[in-house]
């Protein structure tokens, strides 16, 4: 590597107009990649702006002066919305931008890379990724499917969701018709919930007329676009389902092995770049449309019950240690992430949660 | 620029074992760059280490490919530990990692950039820089000094200190002898603490000769490199005092402007890199130097009475807005802070905060 780059370099003179350092004339092989998502066109956070997926493109292809080009293609453009994991696998395309737990029906240990229901928030879990093992692990999840696997975006805590009632104890989830998907989904679907599986777009005409009781989506931001409001009064905070929902980058390994490493090192800070820059985005914007959703919508903001509460808790720690046992990677991925939250959690009530009581 | 750039670029044919993509040819221009901090050389987080001034240094060098060198220096190597920020404003040196905080005696409105007594944590701090225009401010308020300011780092939650005895009400805190400095000490003053000023190396022989009561220093895993668990028993969380303090880097505007576009991209993102890497970073290891120190060393860990609480946040109040009435540059950042604040504690309140008391 050294000796090509040596063979490549020549010191020429100064330029007119610049400061007086050398100038070093280097042949700066170009690349250009395609990204897949799993995110509709234009759709704020995930998609387009800061630290969205054409967010993340548009700072490498500015940090690397053109030479590592990325199009970015929104879900169905080039492949359907869960199809980007295997199309960077097969190298057909060089990246994807999803969540990892849509790819728990592959490998369960992805859920870990995703959101853990009653986990860590992202603090902890962010800790974990990049002090922790967690990127390691993930890595090695992704191993056989020549994958590269980084951290790139936030969405920090999610809302409950929206109910059409007031839900004030456990028999009230019985036989309660609610759009909630995924681990969270099953966990429900244990304590007699009535689980249904609706795509982002029909959720607010269902949840409207009444055929779904209630619905999960994200935050407040995401959720008043999708006019979740109008359907139904009663907001949920028990986010006790998705605590810091993690965007996923995968590039394809050989793609990456190819980057010279500059480039390698300004695709991995452009991600850490995005999970803060995303994370930081939805604060400012969840903040923005809670207030405006009980100013001005007549939004109500309800806890669930403790018994609920404590029931949804004890399903997911049962459901979590069943998969554990399935295979040795989940039991090596979930054994990481519960002793990384143990000790985590211990400083986290003395210093953040702490502080959030008394700020 | 692109004018420029074009009469510099040639494109020429593929070189042999790379794929088929065009090659440019640019001469690339190498900037040579001094840092200098605020910090002891080895001191890890801020000096050394990932998310450090050294490791931010490390990563604009290889993003850049060497074309950006940046030299650290640390505290007292090439300027006095405090500075920097004249040095960097003359243009003596290019950049300078430390906090702003240390430049309030010059504009107190750089307090809100370092962090502030009963203000936000890191969600919600940096929530404001990114999203908020705080960023937009605090560039704003250094101007008139010619230079170029970002966030670089995170210590998280602070703690409130070692102290020698169980502090059990206000009446404890008349007279007490305790380091702590900057505007938290001068908030202590006025609840009748007898503050003292201490560099980081005088604490721990004080702390142990009984020559203070009390000092506060960092967190967990700094405090411990003190040896401040051997002169003091009890380790108070109420950590009001520094929620989020956050390092900055400043560059001067001059040297900033003639950097190439894609140079000053990876600065930037090296720098956001840097913020979210240290500070996962110091959550990681506080969590892991906590558990050592209680279990190891028989720390006891306390919080502070209500009525301590009370106090301090009154005077703190009262005393930014005593500064706020000095100055229109004040004014105007404590009130986009105090506006953000306000608005991002109700969203806190509801999603992060609910989620740690139920996990």
């Known amino acids: ?6 063979l490549k370099t020549t010191v020429v003179g100064v330029s007119a107009g610049t400061i007086a350092a050398p100038a070093i004339v280097r042949a700066a092989q170009t690349f250009s990649w395609k990204m897949t998502t799993t995110w509709p066109p234009q759709l704020p956070f995930y998609q387009v702006g800061p630290g969205s997926a054409e967010g993340m493109a548009k700072n490498i292809e500015e940090m690397s002066d053109g030479r590592l080009k990325i199009k970015v293609y929104a879900a169905g453009e080039l492949v359907p919305w869960n199809g980007g994991f295997d199309a960077v696998s097969a190298g057909t395309v060089e990246m994807n931008h999803g969540v990892a737990y ?12 995703g959101t853990v229901p009653f986990g860590m928030s992202y603090a902890g879990q962010t800790a974990w990724y990049y002090h922790g093992g967690g990127l390691e692990l993930w890595n090695e ?23 059409r009632k007031e839900m004030n104890s456990l028999k ?8 909630i998907p995924g681990l969270a989904g099953k966990v429900y679907g244990q304590i007699g919930v009535n689980v249904k599986l609706l795509g982002g777009g029909e959720i607010f005409p269902a949840l409207e007329r009444g055929v779904i009781d209630a619905a999960e989506w994200v935050g407040p931001y995401q959720d008043r676009r999708l006019g979740l409001h109008k359907a139904a009064k009663f907001y949920y905070t028990s986010d006790w389902h998705e605590p810091s929902t993690t965007s996923e980058l995968i590039v394809n390994k050989a793609a990456y092995n190819k980057l010279p490493k500059d480039l390698q090192a300004i695709v991995q800070a452009a991600a850490r770049d995005a999970h803060v820059t995303s994370y930081t985005w939805a604060e400012a914007y969840n903040a923005d449309a809670l207030e405006d959703l009980v100013k001005n919508y007549g939004v109500q903001t309800r806890q669930f019950p403790p018994d609920v509460i404590n029931a949804l808790r004890k399903v997911t720690y049962q459901t979590l240690e069943e998969e554990a046992k399935k295979d040795p990677m989940t039991r090596k991925v979930h054994d990481s992430f519960m002793a990384f939250k143990k000790k985590h959690d211990v400083w986290g009530n003395l210093s953040e949660a702490y502080f959030l009581s008394i700020r």
Chains 1, 2 share one sequence.
């Open 1 to 6: 590597m050294k000796r090509r780059k040596f």
């Open 172 to 179: 009230d989830f019985q036989g309660l018709k609610m759009r």
């Open 141 to 163: 999840v992704y191993e056989p499917f020549n994958l590269v696997a980084m951290p790139c975006g936030c969405t920090g805590v999610q809302m409950g969701g929206w109910f």
């Open 102 to 113: 849509y790819w728990a029906g592959k490998r369960f240990a992805a859920q870990y890379f």
